[in-house]
């Protein structure tokens, strides 16, 4: 079993900056993906960022690509998401998500377990 617990979303003006804070307990494997979806009011939950807690390698959504930033911490079992460039397009609700399998993908079905979400909220 994994545990996510996610912080640090808020409420921040369009062009601003957020970092996104995933603290992570039970069984973790530093081949399998961990990373964040969002979903917006009225629609279906999206992918934004994926990577691997042996760090490295990385994978984006073509929507936050050059705006946000995945990284690990494996030393405090902690994933962050920085987002630079906010637009207000990129309100929604933010999970972190954690995958026993060994690929990355962007499906929400690939991934086993979730946090519990936290808001940001971008104002124009």
């Known amino acids: 079993q994994v545990q996510l617990v996610e912080s640090g979303g808020g409420l921040v003006q369009a062009g601003g900056s957020l970092r996104l804070s995933c603290a992570a307990s039970?069984?973790?494997?530093?081949?399998?993906?961990m990373g964040w979806f969002r979903q917006a009011p009225g629609k279906e939950r999206e992918f934004v960022a994926a990577?691997?807690?042996?760090?490295?390698?990385?994978y984006y959504a073509d929507s936050v690509k050059g705006r946000f930033t995945i990284s690990v911490d494996n030393a405090k079992n902690m994933v962050y998401l920085q987002m630079n460039s906010l637009k207000p397009e990129d309100t929604a609700v933010y999970y972190c998500?954690?995958?026993?399998?060994?690929?990355?993908?962007?499906?929400?079905?690939?991934?086993?377990?979730w946090g519990q979400g936290t808001q940001v909220t971008v104002s124009s």
């Open positions: 998500v954690a995958s026993t399998r060994y690929y990355f993908s962007s499906s929400d079905s690939a991934y086993d377990y």
């Open positions: 039970g069984r973790t494997f530093s081949t399998t993906p």
């Open positions: 990577i691997k807690w042996s760090g490295g390698t990385t």
